[in-house]
């Protein structure tokens, strides 16, 4: 990189004081991780391991569902696995990415504190740790572990820069969506490195079946009022889906703003998305839920769950018809009439 922060500078040296007597580290992404999160854990271990020589290893939590997620690890061999309960031997540190704790989107121990914190969300009062790097003006946590290789000296492989360039580029929609100056920098640092047939077989891949069904059911429950939209999955294999179908939402014409929800292990999963730059999506969608769960985002897109084991399917459905209702009411609309399926034919005007 041409320029790199006086911050991320003086956070290397910090990082090599405060591993030196780490005999393990372990770093965690967020359960049923992104790209962003895996491939920030992978930079990061690829630091601990070769520039401060402590035994590093990646672990997250949940299933990785997304096929492009799943083939980006298998195309580049990344080497990552489910969190065990080997992983909490004595002696083991934790370093968190792309998350923090007690946030409901991750499987690090409530009454653990980790020792490294490395995120581009917005800083919870709860967050604790020895090391912290919450950058909330970066696109995404990559950005930033492009920047601390750039700082440690360390070579940048064609498989590592094309897991970072891919971790930016999903995470800002192609360096449309709160994409800043510098994860452009960084995207174009990567890019060039970057293994462009591997790139291409990760951003499309083969899609299993269930894939399809889920879209199908998607089209058939969504619900359009004014410049919303409203769908509802229902059981779902893997969360992943519902953040993928409010992406896909969002490009109805007129749509400004979608939410998606689908229930997966016991909870209602949520995301909403808008097109707003100043839409404040992780603080609607907390407001939204409240206490019922956890919640949390940016300014566009946001994701978050409530617990639903003690409903049956009506008390779920329930649930969600009142979240979507309380969801145009944020948006300002007082007196909701009847919502339109997506699927229902427009007048043709002559």
């Given at each position: 990189m041409s320029f790199i922060p006086e911050e991320t500078l003086r956070n290397i040296e910090r990082l090599e004081d405060l591993l030196k007597n780490v005999k393990r580290l372990v770093v965690m992404t967020h359960d049923n991780p992104d790209p962003d999160s895996v491939s920030s854990a992978i930079a990061l271990a690829y630091i601990a391991k070769n520039k401060f020589k402590v035994p590093s290893v990646v672990r997250y939590g949940g299933i990785v569902g997304r096929a492009e997620n799943r083939a980006m690890i298998?195309?580049?061999?990344?080497?990552?696995?489910?969190?065990?309960?080997?992983?909490?031997?004595?002696?083991?540190?934790?370093?968190?990415?792309?998350?923090?704790?007690?946030?409901?989107n991750n499987s690090f121990p409530k009454k653990r504190k980790p020792l490294i914190i490395i995120d581009h969300h917005p800083l919870r009062k709860t967050t604790r740790a020895d090391f912290l790097d919450i950058r909330v003006g970066y696109g995404a946590t990559a950005t930033i572990l492009t920047e601390y290789l750039a700082a440690s000296g360390l070579e940048i492989s064609s498989k590592l820069a094309t897991?970072?360039?891919?971790?930016?580029?999903?995470?800002?929609?192609?360096?449309?969506?709160?994409?800043?100056?510098?994860?452009?920098?960084?995207?174009?640092?990567?890019?060039?490195?970057?293994?462009?047939?591997?790139?291409?077989?990760?951003?499309?891949?083969?899609?299993?079946?269930?894939?399809?069904?889920?879209?199908?059911r998607a089209l058939h429950h969504s619900l359009v009022y004014k410049n919303a939209v409203a769908t509802t999955l229902g059981e779902v294999p893997n969360p992943d889906f519902v953040p993928f179908i409010a992406d896909f939402m969002l490009r109805v014409e007129r749509i400004n703003w979608?939410?998606?929800?689908?229930?997966?292990?016991?909870?209602?999963?949520?995301?909403?998305r808008t097109?707003?730059?100043?839409?404040?999506?992780?603080?609607?969608?907390?407001?939204?839920?409240?206490?019922?769960?956890?919640?949390?985002?940016?300014?566009?897109?946001?994701?978050?769950?409530?617990?639903?084991?003690?409903?049956?399917?009506?008390?779920?459905t329930n649930l969600e018809e009142e979240l979507i209702q309380n969801f145009l009411k944020k948006l300002g609309y007082k007196e909701i009439g009847e919502m339109t399926p997506l699927l229902a034919a427009e007048p043709i005007h002559s």
């Open positions: 298998r195309v580049l061999g990344l080497k990552l696995g489910p969190l065990s309960e080997s992983d909490f031997k004595e002696g083991t540190e934790f370093a968190l990415v792309d998350m923090q704790p007690k946030t409901g897991a970072l360039s891919y971790g930016i580029s999903s995470e800002t929609q192609d360096l449309g969506r709160e994409a800043y100056q510098t994860d452009i920098q960084a995207y174009l640092t990567l890019f060039p490195k970057s293994n462009k047939k591997l790139l291409a077989n990760i951003v499309h891949p083969k899609l299993p079946r269930e894939y399809f069904i889920t879209l199908s979608a939410i998606c929800l689908g229930r997966f292990n016991s909870r209602i999963v949520v995301s909403i097109t707003n730059t100043k839409g404040r999506a992780g603080l609607f969608l907390r407001q939204l839920i409240g206490k019922r769960g956890t919640a949390g985002g940016h300014d566009m897109i946001a994701g978050g769950q409530i617990p639903c084991g003690s409903l049956d399917h009506e008390g779920c």
